[in-house]
């Protein structure tokens, strides 16, 4: 099947040479001044007159051209004859159109300050094998920097076949950990999930610091990825000065803990499922005691995205919930924003063209400014998150800011 690659001309790429044509036409149709020879009044013998030094013209410098790989599933092959989208390709296909249009509408942003790029865009289809394939691509090796691909896998085959690479490499949307990928060349820019347990026991310890934790699990291993590193950063904050008390619960049954809870101090319950009939049965029954026990929940940051989960019900169980891209639409910087890219495109800016705009201002200045080495100097404040990079050795940049939210008048509202 041949590879279909979508390469769009450089961005406002030729104005320098519209400023140079325009000073030199200038200097051509303005008025030749010559030199007149004035002979001294006295006798004294005449030197010959000097000859005039030649102007130099001041020629404007050409803004560097800074070129940028975009790798995202579009999955163009799909509109071969008697091929067709799928559900799961077409949405992957929007996360491609609405990144590519936030990021392209940030560097449209920043040629318009004086910086120039050359956009080149290709269709990874959401394939390992194209992945694989496109890190062969001799335009793609030649770039200042490559964005994509979207997803762990189709990153990881892309930069396994990529090792003699000099430039940045960027996960652009994925949590996953970058040691999947062993290459310290890649720029993570959605905190791990790790960071999340991080911040929520930093919280737990600055604002709460209780004498024991509760950690309701389900059962399923995947919940290690959150617990693992949440302990860690219990033990290691509060000094191991704070007990953790981890049961399984079974059918929402919490009777074998309640010996164990305070009636006049916050009983801390961390819970890092997030399987909906598991959560529906255990939040109600924590739901029944709140009443006679002070409760506080500390849920996973995919929580945020399910809608089976009541506002009403986590505002009465004091829920906290961590998270890197929550988006306040009622904001004033997000109102102009979606109002400029409705022109710009004659649609609804999705989060992900949100996403891309951030990532697009941020990741355009710092590689025009050759800042990309030496991330943790720039923070910046964005749409959706903010970008604060830690270097970790052999892992690269990895953005490592995570807020904490509680519910409160029945939404979420940012408190750290």
């Known amino acids: 099947m041949t590879s279909v690659v979508s390469r769009l001309q450089p961005l406002s790429g030729n104005r320098w040479f519209i400023f140079l044509f325009i000073a030199l036409l200038g200097a051509a149709c303005s008025p030749k001044l010559k030199p007149v020879a004035v002979r001294p009044v006295t006798k004294e013998p005449e030197r010959p007159a000097e000859k ?86 001799p335009a793609i090796r030649a770039s200042d920097m490559v964005v994509g691909p979207v997803f762990p896998d189709d990153i990881k085959a892309f930069t396994g076949n990529f090792t003699s690479m000099r430039q940045p490499v960027v996960s652009p949307l994925s949590p996953a950990s970058p ?30 610091n209780p004498e024991k934790i509760f950690v309701l699990r389900s059962g399923f291993n995947e919940e290690n990825e959150y617990l693992i590193p949440l302990k860690k950063a219990i033990d290691s904050l509060g000094k191991k000065h704070i007990k953790i008390i981890t049961l399984t619960v079974i059918h929402g049954q919490l009777s074998s803990l309640i010996p164990q809870f305070s009636t006049n101090g916050t009983n801390v319950f961390i819970i890092p499922a997030t399987d909906q009939h598991f959560l529906t049965i255990t939040l109600r029954s924590l739901d029944s005691l709140h009443n006679l026990y002070p409760v506080t929940v500390f849920g996973h940051p995919n929580w945020v995205n399910f809608s089976f989960l009541k506002a ?82 052999g892992l690269g940049w990895i953005n490592t800011h995570v807020s904490v939210y509680k519910y409160a008048n029945f939404e979420l509202k940012k408190v750290e």
Do not use: C
């Open 52 to 137: 005039p030094q030649p102007v130099k013209e001041n020629k404007p410098v050409a803004p560097k051209t800074s070129t940028i790989a975009l790798l995202l599933p579009f999955g163009l092959d799909r509109l071969a004859p008697g091929a067709s989208y799928s559900s799961s390709s077409l949405h992957e296909a929007d996360i491609a159109v609405g990144y590519y249009q936030g990021f392209k509408l940030a560097l449209d942003s920043l040629t318009g300050k004086g910086y120039n790029y050359k956009l080149m865009v290709y269709d990874t289809r959401g394939d390992k094998a194209q992945s694989h394939s496109l890190a062969n691509n």
């Open 179 to 208: 040691a999947a990928y062993k290459n310290q060349q890649v720029i993570t820019m959605v905190p791990p999930l790790e960071y999340h347990a991080w911040a929520a026991a930093k919280y737990i310890k600055e604002n709460i």
């Open 312 to 393: 009403e019900l986590l505002q009465r169980l004091d829920t906290y919930i961590t998270s890197s891209d929550r988006i306040n639409y009622k904001a004033e910087n997000i109102i102009a924003f979606m109002r400029r890219y409705r022109e710009a495109y004659h649609t609804e800016a999705t989060a992900f063209a949100i996403k891309g705009f951030d990532e697009g201002l941020y990741l355009g200045r710092q590689l025009s400014e050759g800042n990309l080495k030496n991330l943790a100097q720039t923070e910046y404040s964005g749409l959706h998150n903010d970008f604060k990079f830690e270097k970790k050795a």
